[in-house]
């Protein structure tokens, strides 16, 4: 009998060696520079938003589950901004100790853009704005030194990490206004209840070393700006619930408000710029605005049923792309031949050829819920 | 899904209020004084309050057309255990908040309503409801309804928002 076993041992031992066994541990990695047609979708998860998603995505790949690259977590709401000289990407975080309860805390989250993973991470105060994500939560000045976080407790204040250095520096008060837009050098600024805006120049150590205040030069009552700016060579362009234009120049240490221009002009219907994300721009400097018809009080947040393209410089239409679906948020990639991104009503991408309209794709079936918010990769 | 019902229900309504300076200091004056029972409102509302009763109500709260959801965005108490001006069990009522003005159909008068959201637990999930009439940017946090007002509470945790009848708005 133990002849027998032992020859059955041999005789498995020979099939078995004939295979050779698949290592074990292997765990994929991506490129520094990820192809211009990639993006983030960011799913927030609004029905248990402790679970949100960065999810990166290449949208030019009919492949439905090879375009899926990975994700990154992003906690309650997270908000986030990709470096263009670094391969980073950095996340506004909140996570409390006990899930839903428990000891709060705020971090700013450094990923890797080639490993997906955590390489560091800056404890804030935990004041960081919980809100619907804009891209103005969390932004990079001083050649993306610094990051800069907008808190709301309700008092608001911005605080200040040196993303190099991976450390806190300071808090700086922003009574009256709101979230922060980059600015040249260390400066900032941040649109304030009374129709102005509020700007901070930073100093080495991260504190505030002047600031100064616009005049108001919108209606906050009548025709409010918009807080979701489409932002190209420093300038970020305002859109007001009306369909005027606001540009303000960005691009030194004081704020150049240019004249309103309207988006609508003698065009019939009531439309209207709406959406969560409605404002993007492409490398060309065409800029991107959801549009619905029948405007009203109160519709400033309806899906948009075309994208009107504008040349920001000329303050003319360029194109309108009639959309397959509605849609509540939009992105441009930054190539020369971008493609326009849009998350639908039923919570997919639709993939559109930004210079034709042309409508190439769905990207549904990804593991999404709600993708609330997307980003042209970098 | 619920997230596309809500959009588009918003997307249909019709809109009878509309904004204006003095709309917005009555709106303003409710939201500093607080919306919660337990905070002192300002003179105005308290003498409305002293002299009126409470609103007649009309419609199904737990509808997002009721009337009082005229500004609100997120998951309505009245469908996780609450009711339109109470939290479900195990939350905590945020004791700041955003405000809206709504009509209310039974008298045709304007109302200053307070969101105030339920914390502590997670999302809800049920009865997403978003309108925003009146809603305005984050840079007027008062009448904001994208913030998470779970703020001032033992968790920022955000779990459903009622709507509280403050007082009267006044005349436009």
Known sequence: MKKLMLVALICASAVFA?????????????????????????????????DGK???????SDDVTGRFKGFMNASFIGMFVQARTRPEIYLAETFRSRGSRGERTDVLTIYDKRT??????VVLPPKRSSNMPT????????????ALIYNFTPAQSVSVVDVVAREFLAEIPIPGCALTYPMGGRAFSSVCGDGSLLTVVLGDDGQQASSSRTEPFFDV???PMMEKAAMHGGIAYFP??????????????????GEPWS?????????????????????????????????????????GVEVWVFDGEAESRVSRIELSLPAISIAVTRDDNPLLIATNINMEIDVYDATSGNHLRTLGDFGQETPLILRAAH | MKWLDGMTESGTREIASKTSRRGFLGRLAAVLAGGAATIPLLPVARSQESSNPPPGEQGDPTSCEYWRYCAIDGFLCGCCGGSMNSCPPGTEMSPITWIGTCENPVDQKKYIISYNDCCGKSSCGNCLCQRNEGDRPLYRPQVSNDINWCLGTS??????STAIVVGTALDE
């Not at chain 1, 211009?36 to 799913?43: G, Q, R, S, T």
């Not at chain 1, 891209?135 to 610094?146: I, M």
């Not at chain 1, 007001?240 to 408000?257: A, E, K, R, S």
């Open chain 1, 18 to 50: 004939e295979i050779q066994p698949e290592p074990t541990g292997i765990i994929e990695t991506l490129p520094e520079t990820w192809p211009a047609h990639w993006i983030i979708a960011h799913d927030a998860a609004f029905f248990h938003m402790s």
């Open chain 1, 54 to 60: 960065l999810i990166v995505l290449d949208a030019d």
């Open chain 1, 116 to 121: 997906l993973g955590p390489v560091g991470e």
């Open chain 1, 135 to 146: 891209d103005y939560n969390l932004q990079l000045v001083d050649d993306e030194k610094l």
């Open chain 1, 221 to 223: 009552d009548d025709d």
């Open chain 1, 240 to 257: 007001t619930f009306h369909g005027n234009i606001y540009p303000v120049d960005l691009n030194g240490t004081v704020p150049v408000v």
């Open chain 1, 263 to 303: 988006m609508i002009g003698d065009e019939e219907g009531g439309w209207r710029p709406g959406g969560l994300q409605l404002a993007a721009s492409d490398s060309s400097g065409h800029l991107y605005f959801l549009m619905h018809a029948q405007g009203r009080e109160g519709s400033h947040k309806d899906p």
């Open chain 2, 155 to 160: 968790s920022n945790s955000y779990h459903c």
